[in-house]
Each structure stands twice: as structure tokens, then as C-alpha cells.
């Protein structure tokens, strides 16, 4: 069964200090998102991509959050500088772009705890 | 905007008796409604979701949930709970399938022998 890879599984940094993750998704799914999940709490919605184009980033902190899609497939969510606020975990979801088809399938996440 | 609101942070239940997971919405257009469930330190994975069409959803492991469009709700059942249901699970809402999902706060089930 195809799933969505994320990686790394775990993170720790100093603040300041820049993090990067990566996401790969579920071969052919052209819609790629990015959650963040704070402990307690719901994911909520950092950005999302249609093939290599952004969608949706009206709650991407983009002072120090960037995500890139370049050839519409992986994708990269960065943070720099990292703040102690961004201790969490970020989740990636894919789905494809058909109606009726367009169920989110979510990866393992990647839990960051920032020092 | 909408919003979800998952009544209760934390069920307890006995193992073979009856899960009921609140979950309530608020959407100015009609609305797609999921269930996901999250065991410790793992993604999200899907139990079922209401689109359009029968107001009664079966999902995967004996859950099943009802959409009732007039008390904005979509609670979440399962007829006889066992140990591996012990989890999180979290009720979402979207303007569309493939639109972004709103989650609720989560439930914390926990199942006792």
C-alpha cells in the first residue's frame, strides 16, 4: 500500500538554528499539503500545492517559514531562524486531484522540538 | 468560517461498551465531514467521511458516524469498543474534498479492561 514519507521522524535544534523537512508523496497525487500540529491540539494548515503551485499559504508564517514543490512531486518545508514556538509536529498530507478521489493521505510526521 | 468543536478532550470507556465521540460543526455551505484517528507519535489516518448522499457513514474497524444536517453534528460510534481503539481522534470539516480540513481539538480515547 502506498503511503506518503516524511523525514526526518524526529528533530531537535537550538532556536535560531535553521530545520528543514521533506515529504514525498503518494505516487501521482497531484495536491501536497503541510500541517502543523502543536501538542493538544488539531493540524491546522500551513500551505497547500497543486503540482509545483501554491494554492493556499494565508497561514504560513513566511518571516521564517518557506515550502517549495519545485518539480510538483517531494516538497521541502523550511524554518529559519527555528523559535522555541515552533516545537510541534509538521505533518504532510497528498490527494489526488480527482472529484470524488480527493481523500488526505497524511505521513508519519516529523516532531520537532526546538531548545 | 468554519469551525469544529469536539465536546469532551478525554472519553474513557470499557472494553465491549459503547464509543461515542461528539463532534459539532459550523460551515455557511455544505459541508464534506471526516474522521481521523492518530495513535501515539504516527500520522492521521482515515475512519470515514461524509460527502453527499446516505446521512449514515461506515468506516473502517466498526466505526460509523451520521451527519445531521439540523444539529450540526457528526458524532462518531462504534458499537463495542476493544483495547486498540485506544487512541486519538479528531473530526474535521472542509468546503470541499480536496479543500483544506479544519480539525477539531481531538478526543483522547481510552479503553479500560
Known amino acids: 500500500e502506498a503511503e506518503v514519507a516524511q523525514s526526518p521522524r524526529y528533530k531537535i535544534t537550538e532556536k535560531s538554528q535553521a530545520v528543514a523537512f521533506w515529504c514525498d508523496p503518494i505516487?501521482?497525487?497531484?495536491?501536497l499539503y503541510w500541517y502543523r500540529q502543536i501538542l493538544g491540539q488539531g493540524p491546522e494548515l500551513l500551505v497547500q500545492?497543486?503540482?509545483?503551485?501554491?494554492?493556499?499559504d494565508s497561514q504560513l508564517p513566511k518571516d521564517r517559514f518557506s515550502a517549495e514543490r519545485l518539480k510538483g512531486v517531494d516538497s521541502t518545508l523550511k524554518i529559519q531562524p527555528a523559535e522555541l514556538g515552533d516545537s510541534a509536529m509538521y505533518l504532510c498530507a497528498s490527494s489526488l486531484a480527482e472529484k470524488g478521489r480527493e481523500t488526505q493521505y497524511f505521513g508519519p510526521g516529523t516532531r520537532l522540538l526546538v531548545l | 468560517a468554519q469551525s469544529v468543536t469536539q465536546l469532551g478532550s478525554h472519553v474513557s470507556v470499557s472494553e465491549g461498551a459503547l464509543v461515542l465521540l461528539r463532534c459539532n460543526y459550523s460551515?455557511?455551505?455544505?459541508?464534506?465531514l471526516f474522521w481521523y484517528v492518530q495513535y501515539p507519535n504516527q500520522g492521521l489516518q482515515l475512519l470515514l467521511k461524509?460527502?453527499?448522499?446516505?446521512?449514515l457513514v461506515k468506516g473502517i474497524n466498526g466505526f460509523e458516524a451520521e451527519f445531521k444536517k439540523s444539529e450540526t453534528s457528526f458524532h462518531l460510534t462504534k458499537p463495542s469498543a476493544h483495547m486498540s481503539d485506544a487512541a486519538e481522534y479528531f473530526c474535521?470539516?472542509?468546503?470541499?474534498?480536496?479543500?483544506?480540513?479544519?480539525f477539531g481539538q481531538g478526543t483522547e480515547l481510552s479503553v479500560k479492561p
Open positions: 500545492f497543486q503540482d509545483e503551485s501554491v494554492v493556499d
Open positions: 474535521a470539516v472542509a468546503e470541499s474534498q480536496g479543500g483544506k480540513l479544519i
Open positions: 505516487s501521482g497525487h497531484a495536491t
Open positions: 461524509y460527502t453527499t448522499g446516505a446521512t
Open positions: 460551515s455557511s455551505v455544505p459541508p464534506y
